[in-house]
């Protein structure tokens, strides 16, 4: 997960709770920047747990951080015996990433990284809230994301840009024009996920025409960022399409869920 989310900031936010731990990057979408929201239950990658928030009533961390650091730091320990991430606060705010390594010995090695934080005061926390699902237009699920690269890859060579649409009867394009050649990739029979409506009930498809695309032109690089630096391997992947406004991808992957808007250009 840090390896991706390495791929895809330069530098985010971590916030750690009593259960989860996210890893959030609000670029404004307002002035064509990217945002993540990426979520992970702490029970399923730590045997023990402990934190203390700001109070007992905001019992949070927020903290900003470089993930390649964080990424680093943790390849160090893919043959470890034990890691342990630390909150510490020696001369100035750090993560410290202690990995027992295997010995032949009877002692362990113990190779320690700290990794420079900043602590994010109370005051900016809502700055860093989950970013509200947009009123999408289409909802479809993603072709396989190795297929949908390789596609894209190409097309970079050729546009700055990329335009996704989609429509309710599964079928997705991915299109490229320019004044010299104009591309497009048609992937069908990709299904359309059901979404609850604002009173709870499926949202349905009546009264629409099922063959209608809403399509968004973006930017072809960040597209092609987020394909390369899945290492989350998805066992769900789909896209939200605002027409003209914004691309809205979730990726799910047992207890791991990443979102990543990319907006509109215009």
Known sequence: VVNTIAKLAKSCTLRLTVSKLYFIL?????NGGVSMWCELCQGNVFDEFQMEGVASEHNEIYLELVPENLSRALKTAQSAK???????????????????????????????????????PRRLWNDFREPRVPD??????????????????RMKNLSNSIV???????????????????VTTHFKDLGNPPWPSED?????????????MAEARIDI?????????QQVNP???????????????????????LQYFIPALA
């Open 26 to 30: 609000s670029d404004k979408v307002a």
């Open 82 to 120: 034990a890691v342990k991430i630390k909150l510490t606060n020696k001369h100035c705010p750090c993560l410290r990433v202690s990995v027992e390594l295997p010995s032949f010995s009877s002692s362990s090695r113990i190779v320690t990284h700290d990794i420079p934080v900043g602590v994010i």
């Open 136 to 153: 999408f237009d289409v909802s479809i699920y993603l072709p396989v994301l190795k297929t949908m690269k390789n596609v894209v890859e």
């Open 164 to 182: 996704i649409e989609a429509n309710l009867s599964g079928e997705m394009n991915l299109k490229i024009e320019t004044d010299l050649v104009s």
């Open 200 to 212: 709870g009930c499926q949202s349905s498809a009546e009264g629409r025409d099922l063959e209608n």
């Open 221 to 229: 690089k960040k597209l092609q960022q987020l394909l390369a630096g």
């Open 235 to 257: 066992t769900k992947a789909l896209c939200n399409i605002v027409s003209k406004r914004i691309v809205h991808f979730i990726l799910l992957h047992e207890d791991v869920s």
